[in-house]
Structures are given as C-alpha cells and as structure tokens.
Nanobody, 124 residues
Framework: QVQLVESGGGLVQAGGSLRLSCAAS????????CGWFRQAPGKAREFVAA????????SYSDSVKGRFTISRDNAKNTVYLQMNSLKPEDTAVYYC?????????????????WGQGTQVTVSS
C-alpha cells in the first residue's frame, strides 16, 4: 500500500518561501509520477505541479509557473515543492498524490494515492 506523508507547511508572509516535502513508500517508484494539488476554502481542488518518477519531466499550472519548482530525490522517494514569492492567494491545503501510470497529470482522477495534506497560509 502506497503511503504519502507531506510536511513543510506553515504560515509565511507574502513574498516569502516555503518548501513542502512528500515522502513516499510502498512501491517501486519507477513508473508514473507525483503531483501536488491544493484546495483553498470554498474552492475546488486544483492542480499545482507534477513530476515523473523516471526522467523527471515536470509540469506546472499557469498560476505558479516561475514561482514554484517541483523536484524529486529518487534515493529517498521524496518529492519537493519549493514555493517562492508566495502570495495570499496561494493559501490552501496542499496535497501530494501518486499516479501509477502516465495518464493525464492534470486531473485528480489520474492519481491513485493521496497524502493527508499540509496547510500553507500566506499573510498579506
């Protein structure tokens, strides 16, 4: 059973930075990939970024492109989300998710396992 544990959330002022981590276990992470999603109060969960476990190809939503960087450490089965130039509208619960196959990386339904989420709050 795949388990995903997020960490690194917190409270930060606008313009600041945070790094989220997602520690994964329970399978050989050589196929598919990992994605970060976020959900703000009263809003639908949305795609933030994704990375392939093999090859490391990345994708970002337009709202975070140029500010966020997703990376992975295959030796540790850990994915990171470096978030710079944070804005109040980045406030949300951030979830990491694992997908087994190279399917549509932007949709929640493509992901098979989810972490419990970590709160990110950006004050103005």
């Amino acid at each position: 059973q795949v388990q995903l544990v997020e960490s690194g959330g917190g409270l930060v002022q606008a313009g600041g930075s945070l790094r989220l981590s997602c520690a994964a276990s329970g399978r050989t992470f050589s196929s598919g990939g990992c994605g970060w999603f976020r959900q703000a109060p009263g809003k639908a969960r949305e795609f933030v970024a994704a990375i392939r476990w093999s090859g490391g190809g990345t994708s970002y939503s337009d709202s975070v492109k140029g500010r966020f960087t997703i990376s992975r450490d295959n030796a540790k089965n850990t994915v990171y989300l470096q978030m710079n130039s944070l804005k109040p509208e980045d406030t949300a619960v951030y979830y990491c998710a694992d997908r087994l196959y190279s399917s549509n990386i932007y949709t929640q339904g493509s992901y098979n396992y989810w972490g419990q989420g970590t709160q990110v709050t950006v004050s103005s």
